[in-house]
């Protein structure tokens, strides 16, 4: 007697070409509908009110992003420069010095540098010395200065001052300018 065989190969399952056809434009529709539902239900934003104002404009409530207040020296250059009618900055924050610019309009800045005395290495060359307003004015040029400017440099009580830059309008040169900024600091010989 022979023994039964079994047929362990996979039948394949025919599916009429046009029952795949509909089933297949059925998930298409569905898959659209339910994507054109999701996505105007997205394209719909709320309605805002409209603003009826500016909100206030916040200022930092800590040391962080605030500035300190300006130094005696700073304010000391601000105030002569503002005397003469020049409008000075801070240009940098202070240690132990001020660091003054003024936008003299059309690209020319001045910068006006005041140290204490003794503060300031003596790596400079001297060009010229002369008195101005009775005032020893030393024209001084340092190594490491890469542009190649000259600055005007003088004394006046416990402090040492440093001006370059552009000429201010209304100034014939820097030496007028040096000659009233020494008035307007107040120095005495």
Request: hydrophobic share 40%; charged share 20%.
């Amino acid at each position: 007697m022979k023994e039964p065989t079994v047929d362990v190969r996979p039948r394949r399952t025919r599916i009429p070409l046009v029952a795949l056809s509909a089933a297949a434009v059925v998930a298409v529709a569905l898959v659209g509908g339910l994507l054109t539902q999701r996505l105007s239900g997205v394209a719909e934003p709320e309605a805002t009110p409209p603003l009826t104002s500016a909100p206030p404009l916040t200022q930092p409530s800590g040391p962080e992003g605030t500035q300190p207040p300006l130094t005696g020296l700073e304010l000391k250059v601000i105030n002569a420069l503002g005397t003469l009618g020049i409008t000075g900055l801070r240009a940098q924050l202070p240690f132990r010095d001020a660091s003054i610019w003024a936008d003299l309009g059309s690209g020319s800045q001045l910068f006006v540098n005041a140290y204490p005395l003794g503060t300031v290495d003596r790596n400079f060359t001297v060009i010229d010395d002369r008195q101005v307003a009775g005032i020893r004015v030393q024209h001084v040029w340092r190594p490491s200065s890469a542009d190649g400017v000259t600055s005007s440099r003088f004394e006046c009580t416990s402090d040492e001052y440093w001006v370059r830059g552009a000429v201010p309008p209304g100034f014939v040169d820097i030496d007028a300018l040096v000659e009233r900024f020494i008035g307007a600091l107040g120095c005495r010989p």
